[in-house]
């Protein structure tokens, strides 16, 4: 499914023959359960739909907001009063990003539960019925599993809605929603298929699921269930880091490579919402380098310029970690891949930032495949470093924080040898959340890796927040609310 966009068009004309013929027809500018979903070309079409949502802007290209915006990685670029108050943590109910996240994902929920809905009724192979149903499951309890860390329970919705659906529904207990995350990804485990070629590269395989799966398990705090679903994608043989970890975020090297397990598939200069949006947003400010008008450097890294020193992602770094370069931009750096045909770009030495550095990650330049608030690079859901990292996070906790099982020193060597660091003869609990932020940083895994820990209250006064145990909980959008009043509020928000 390389470079396919996920968007079903349907065009449709109509011939009139008189008035009472036209009373009687259904209508053909519309697709309608009864015209469309009855073969295995229209399940697929359907199943494609729901990769739709991801691909725009509200999914993936905004999601920075939400998932590294309150975390110790990032800060505003500026004082946006969307960002600021996440930022800040004094984020209210009627917050559009916040808004954004709860509705889209909740697009994605009721379009895979149409597949669900649907695809059943349809005459078809078996095996490929549940693969289909198997894809619509794996992106449902994705979606699912993303909301539950956001906001605690919240509904769980099994059925497209109809007229006679009662839709003052209630929230569901974190533990009912996680329970049908399980159900719904191991369901995708069993019932994916183990690889995708051609036009299908791309789509949701078993191992993208039991990824997933293994940091459900992760957060619930199953760890001989993360670590066996770890291991299983490890033992597969399929995957590898890439020798360089710059070639992730290399134009013509980081879509669909040895290392990506899942990732969001996108085409330059496409309609909207078929393009990344990451670089409009992360590139730097007043530098051109998008060649449009774009390129607002809305998030920038932390910095001990403007956060508390020791606490910032330009501390993190050792070195000799290679990851630094191709992460953040910091005074003279040089980027020759960059605007190659203008000579390259350079980071100018007095910084493009309040903070002097900026975001590397997703900046590839202008080019006749870039557009405004799109390029053609592909998103990184899940990279085999994370699942090596997954394994070792599983097996310190369940080891009272510590471990020297070989296979597990090999995974986190693995890692580090792969950034120019030194190999560690044993690694503990607090190591892994270390080398993940070096790792994953502005790859929207910063502020669930945190609630995972535990450590989110410690780390961000630490870093000079002010915030307390109501604030690892998102509020429910004020609009959800006013629709259905069944919707509790999460303690502390209006």
């Known amino acids: 499914m390389k470079k396919t966009v996920f968007l079903l068009v349907v065009i449709s004309s109509l011939s009139w023959s008189g008035c009472t013929d036209f009373l009687d027809r259904q209508p053909l500018d519309q697709i309608t359960q009864d015209n469309f979903y009855n073969s295995a070309t229209d399940a697929d079409r359907a199943v494609l739909s729901i990769y739709s949502v991801t691909q725009g802007i509200n999914w993936y290209g905004k999601s920075w907001m939400i998932t590294e915006i309150p975390s110790d990685n990032t800060t505003t670029g500026g004082n946006d009063p969307d960002f600021s108050p996440i930022d800040n943590f004094t984020i209210s109910s009627d917050n559009g990003p916040n808004t954004e996240f709860w509705t889209e994902h909740y697009r994605l929920i009721t379009l895979s539960n149409q597949v669900l809905q649907q695809v059943p009724n349809i005459e078809m192979d078996a095996d490929l019925k549940n693969s289909y149903l198997a894809e619509a499951r794996f992106m449902r309890g994705y979606s699912y599993f993303d909301l539950v860390r956001i906001y605690g329970g919240v509904p769980l919705i099994e059925e497209v809605p109809s007229i006679e659906s009662d839709l003052m529904v209630e929230r569901n207990s974190v533990e009912e929603v996680y329970d049908f995350i399980i159900e719904d990804l191991q369901f995708a485990v069993d019932n994916l298929p183990e690889t995708r070629t051609s036009s299908n590269l791309g789509r949701a395989t078993r191992y993208a699921a039991a990824a997933t799966l293994s940091k459900v398990y992760l957060t619930t705090g199953n760890y001989d269930g993360a670590a ?27 879509d669909n490579n040895a290392e990506s397990i899942f990732q969001i598939q996108y085409v330059g200069c496409g309609p909207i919402g078929t393009g990344n949006a990451l670089q409009s947003f992360f590139a730097p400010w007043g530098q051109g380098i998008t060649k449009n008008s774009d390129g607002w450097g809305s998030q920038i890294p932390t910095s001990p310029m403007i956060d508390n020193p020791g606490s910032t992602v330009r501390d993190i770094y050792d070195e000799n970690d290679t990851r630094k370069y191709h992460t953040i931009m910091t005074p003279g750096d040089f980027y020759p891949e960059i605007n190659a045909v203008d000579g390259g770009y350079t980071y100018p030495v007095t910084g493009a930032s309040r903070g002097n550095i900026n975001i590397k990650k997703y900046i590839i330049g202008g080019g006749p495949d870039v557009c405004y608030l799109t390029s053609p690079q592909n998103l990184h859901v899940i990279r085999y470093a994370d699942v090596l990292l997954s394994l070792v996070e599983a097996e310190t906790a369940k080891n009272g924080g510590i471990s020297v099982t070989p296979d597990v020193i090999d995974a986190f060597n693995l890692v580090r040898q792969r950034a120019g660091l030194s190999t560690v003869s044993i690694v503990r609990y607090d190591d892994v959340f270390l080398e993940r932020r070096r790792e994953f940083a ?25 915030l307390d145990e109501h604030n690892l909980l998102f509020p429910i959008p004020a609009q959800e609310i006013a629709i259905n009043p069944n919707l509790i509020q999460n303690e502390g928000y209006q």
């Open 228 to 254: 066996s679903l770890a291991r299983l994608v490890i033992n597969s043989g399929r995957y590898r880091l890439m020798d360089d970890f710059g070639d992730n975020f290399r134009k013509d090297l980081s």
């Open 442 to 466: 502005f790859e929207n895994k910063r502020w669930f890796d945190l609630l995972r820990s535990g450590m989110t209250l410690e780390v961000m006064r630490l870093h000079g927040k002010s």
